[in-house]
């Protein structure tokens, strides 16, 4: 099955069960998809094709495009941190403030540096950052010891076999990775007596027996069907993300760009735990002014709805890459020499993005007359100032597709194409320049 169907599924039955829960209300009129705004949240790491592919699954299960809006995870749970929440750190602000964000999901870690300026907007100072060191990574260490403990056969068994007891191992690990605090020394797990069981049908031992010829005995104990861990080995699980997490922020820290942050706002499911707010606070303690809201879970979706009513208050972000339309590289068209695969720019890596405001329009010359559509290839580069679309740092991320009127389809038509960073997304506007009439365009991105 293709993803975009089990996307478009999954957004489908969101949709209609909201839609569900409205209509049963006595005091609501009937409400269809069509009488509300829909906001639908994205990494702010993702490239334009992944938000396009989020836009199409969105559409396909019955969202009007005209109706949906992208927001970016990390600046839908600034918004709950800064406006949304009780606390509202910033409403009564006269001052600008800079802040990194750091949003911790399950899988993924993103950090963003941005200021809210005096007038409430927000200003995007470094583009997004972050990589795969969200909270599964603890899961995932968790997971390879309790193999190293019990094997790797035993516990595909115990899986299939005993799902529920399985599932209450790894849900009680869950808990205890958001509380647990390495002042204790020792934490502990209950032991289902079905996993003890089969250690001892597949062993000949009983576990508690087996535990002093283990290479973690010094670590492990077994004492009244708890499994009891010394806070050493969990602080083991939890290494990988949080020593990624102090990178990326003192990464951020040390960039001219950031220069002059005073906050640090932890977001996202992980966010919640103790252990990793202690660590960030050691770290950044005397620098930065660590604040997790309260039920940072929350703050993306929370985020999102406040977002959807106040979205001009994101003044600007920062160019991840250098966009362009290419034109033709030496080649005769209808006895005309151009040249092919030359990088226009349109927008700078680095470069500063002003939203909903226009881009400078670029000149493009369709290669025959009397064409109905033009389709112009968008590509994105990580250099700042490449020559060719064919070089090696350069990909095709899309198109530009506009329909003509009649009167432009003539020799040596000129076409004014600008892109407008709106919000989440880019539009795009073409302009007939020997008629002045702006062509209904669209930009369609690939994954």
């Not at 289902?192 to 104990?221: A, C, R």
Request: a neutral charge; proline letters at 4%.
């Amino acid at each position: 099955m293709k993803a975009i169907k089990v996307f478009s599924g999954a957004l489908k039955c969101l949709m209609n069960h909201l839609l569900d829960f409205l209509n049963q209300k006595k005091n609501f009129v009937k409400i269809s998809s069509a009488d509300i705004h829909w906001v639908l949240t994205v990494p702010a790491i993702w490239n334009d094709g992944s938000k396009q592919f989020m836009r199409d699954a969105a559409e396909m299960a019955g969202i009007p495009s005209d109706l949906l809006t992208l927001a970016l995870e990390p600046e839908a749970a600034a918004f709950y941190c800064l406006f949304g929440t009780s606390q509202c750190l910033m409403e009564s602000s006269t001052k600008s403030v800079k802040y990194i964000l750091l949003h911790l999901g399950g899988g993924t870690a993103e950090i963003v540096c941005h200021e809210l300026t005096s007038s409430g907007l927000l200003r995007e100072l470094h583009e997004p950052t972050g990589g795969d060191f969200g909270g599964i990574n603890v899961d995932s260490a968790f997971w390879q010891f309790i193999l190293k403990l019990f094997g790797s056969q035993l516990l595909k068994d115990f899986k299939e076999q005993n799902t529920e007891d399985y599932m209450d191992l790894f849900e009680s690990f869950y808990r205890k990775k958001l509380t647990f605090d390495d002042s204790r020394p020792e934490e502990s797990f209950p032991i289902s007596k079905t996993l003890l069981k089969k250690y001892e049908d597949y062993n000949g031992i009983p576990f508690n027996e087996s535990l002093s010829q283990n290479h973690f005995g010094h670590l492990v104990k077994f004492i009244n069907g708890k499994l009891v861990l010394k806070s050493q080995l969990i602080k083991d699980f939890f290494e990988r993300p949080i020593s990624q997490m102090k990178l990326y922020v003192e990464s951020l820290l040390n960039d001219p760009c950031c220069a002059g942050t005073s906050l640090l706002l932890m977001v996202g499911g992980f966010s919640e735990s103790k252990y990793v707010q202690n660590n960030l606070k050691e770290c950044f303690g005397k620098r930065l002014q660590v604040i997790i809201p309260r039920n940072p879970a929350a703050a993306v979706i929370k985020g999102a709805v406040y977002f959807g009513h106040n979205k001009r208050k994101i003044s600007r972000r920062v160019s991840r890459y250098t966009d362009i339309h290419p034109e033709y590289k030496r080649i005769l068209i209808e006895g005309i020499a151009y040249v092919d695969d030359i990088f226009n720019i349109h927008i700078k890596r680095g470069d500063i993005i002003e939203l909903n405001k226009d881009t400078a329009a670029l000149s493009y010359y369709p290669p025959m007359a009397h064409i109905t559509q033009v389709i112009l290839p968008v590509y994105a580069s990580t250099v700042t100032n490449p020559t060719f679309v064919d070089e090696e740092n350069c990909r095709h991320v899309g198109n530009v597709i506009g329909e003509l009127s009649d009167f432009a389809r003539a020799d040596n038509m000129e076409l004014l194409i600008k892109l407008i960073f709106s919000g989440t997304e880019i539009r795009v506007e073409l302009r007939e320049k020997n008629t002045g009439r702006v062509i209904k365009g669209k930009v369609e991105f690939w994954g």
